[in-house]
C-alpha cells in the first residue's frame, strides 16, 4: 500500500528493496534543483532516492520501488521524444502516478482534460488546469489557491454544472463569504437574494457561459442551484451536492471549519481563494491560510497551487501579477534586513 503523503513509513525489513536505475539524458533537469523532485518521490511514495553515479538508486519496500522506476521509465520515454516537461508540470505528475500508477503519463499531456456543459466544452488550458481538473474527478475535497485569472471559479462552477448534467449529483450549492474588497458599498436593499448578488456576482456570470439564463432561472428556482453566503451553511449537511467556496481567503478559520463539516453523503467540495487578496482586518486570520497548515497532509483532500503561469486573462495579467509578486518579496526581505540592522 502506497503511504500518505507526509507520513512517516516504518518499513518491514523483509520487504525492503533497492533498485539502481540508469540515469536518463535529462534526468538533472527532471531532479530539479536541490534535487526538489526526488524529494517529492521520497515524500509521496515513501521511498529513498539517492544519485550514485551514472544510477539513481530507489529504496524502500518493493512495491513503492518499482512504481517509482516505471515512473522514472515513462519520464526518461517523454523527455527522449523531446516532451518539453517543466517544474509544474513535474508537480502534478508525480501525485497523479501516487493516485494511479497504472496510469501512462504521456497521456497527461495528450490527452484533452475537458469538461462539458450544456453551452460549451471546457478544456484544461495549462498544466495547473490540467493538474485541477483532474483532482475534481478523483477527489471529494480540493483546495485551489493561486492568483486572479486562473480559472478557479470557471472550472470548479464547470465541473459542478457537468456533475449535475450527468447527474452525479442533485444539486450545486455556491457560497462565499459576504466581504467587501475594500470599499464600503453601504446598506443594500431588497431581500437576501438580492443583497447578496454582488458578492456573488462572478458565480453567476459563470453559469450563464455554462447554461442558458432561462435553465439557471429555473433550475434556482427549483432548489437545483443555491446561492447563499458562507454564514448560512451553518448547521446544514449538504447530501448528493456540489458545493463550491469561492474567496475562501475571505472566511476566517471558524467559518472554513465549519464549511468543511458541511460535506454529506456523495458531496463534494471545491474552495478557491487567492490569499495575496484578503480583504480581512489585519488581525483577523484567513481560514485559507490556515487550512493550508491544517489539512497538508490528510488522505483524500487535495490542494492545487497555481502560479501566474496559469493566467489565461491578457497576457498583461500575468506580467502584472509578476511584477506585484516581485514587489512583496522585495518587500520582505527588506523588512527583514531592517529588523537584522535593529538587532
Do not use: C
Amino acid at each position: 500500500m502506497s503511504p500518505v503523503p507526509g507520513e512517516t513509513v516504518i518499513a518491514d525489513p523483509r520487504l525492503m528493496s533497492e533498485l539502481a536505475i540508469d540515469l536518463f539524458p535529462r534526468f538533472h533537469q527532471f531532479a530539479g534543483i536541490n534535487d526538489a523532485n526526488l524529494k517529492r518521490i521520497e515524500k509521496w511514495f515513501g521511498v529513498q532516492a539517492l544519485v550514485r553515479g551514472d544510477k539513481v538508486r530507489i529504496r524502500g519496500e518493493k512495491e513503492n520501488a518499482e512504481k517509482v522506476e516505471n515512473l522514472l521509465s515513462q519520464l526518461a520515454g517523454l523527455y527522449e521524444a523531446g516532451q518539453e516537461i517543466d517544474d509544474g508540470a513535474i508537480k502534478f505528475i508525480i501525485p497523479a502516478f501516487h493516485d494511479d500508477p497504472s496510469m501512462r503519463v504521456k497521456d497527461l499531456f495528450n490527452e484533452k482534460i475537458q469538461l462539458h456543459t450544456a453551452r460549451r466544452d471546457i478544456l484544461a488550458r495549462s498544466m495547473g488546469q490540467r493538474e485541477y481538473v483532474y483532482a475534481m474527478s478523483k477527489f471529494d475535497i480540493v483546495i485551489g489557491i493561486g492568483p486572479a485569472g486562473t480559472g478557479k471559479t470557471y472550472l470548479a462552477m464547470a465541473a459542478g454544472v457537468a456533475d449535475l448534467l450527468r447527474k452525479r449529483v442533485s444539486r450545486i450549492v455556491l457560497t462565499r463569504p459576504a466581504v467587501e474588497a475594500g470599499e464600503k458599498l453601504g446598506f443594500l436593499p431588497g431581500d437576501l437574494y438580492e443583497k447578496i448578488n454582488p458578492y456573488l456576482r462572478p458565480l453567476h456570470d459563470a453559469l450563464y457561459d455554462m447554461m442558458e439564463p432561462e435553465r439557471v432561472a429555473r433550475m434556482i428556482e427549483q432548489g437545483m442551484i443555491e446561492i447563499a453566503p458562507l454564514a448560512y451553511m451553518r448547521g446544514r449537511t449538504l447530501n448528493d451536492a456540489f458545493i463550491i467556496l469561492d474567496e475562501a481567503q475571505n472566511s476566517t478559520p471558524d467559518q472554513m471549519k465549519m464549511f468543511l463539516t458541511r460535506l454529506g453523503l456523495n458531496s463534494k467540495a471545491v474552495i478557491t481563494g487567492d490569499v495575496t487578496q484578503t480583504d480581512l482586518p489585519p488581525s483577523v486570520e484567513s481560514g485559507l491560510l490556515h487550512v493550508k497548515s491544517v489539512l497538508k497532509d490528510v488522505e483524500g483532500i487535495r490542494f492545487v497551487h497555481f502560479t501566474e503561469r496559469d493566467v489565461v486573462r491578457h497576457e498583461l495579467v500575468k506580467r502584472i501579477l509578476k511584477a506585484y509578486d516581485q514587489n512583496d518579496r522585495r518587500y520582505r526581505r527588506e523588512g527583514s534586513d531592517n529588523a537584522e540592522n535593529k538587532e
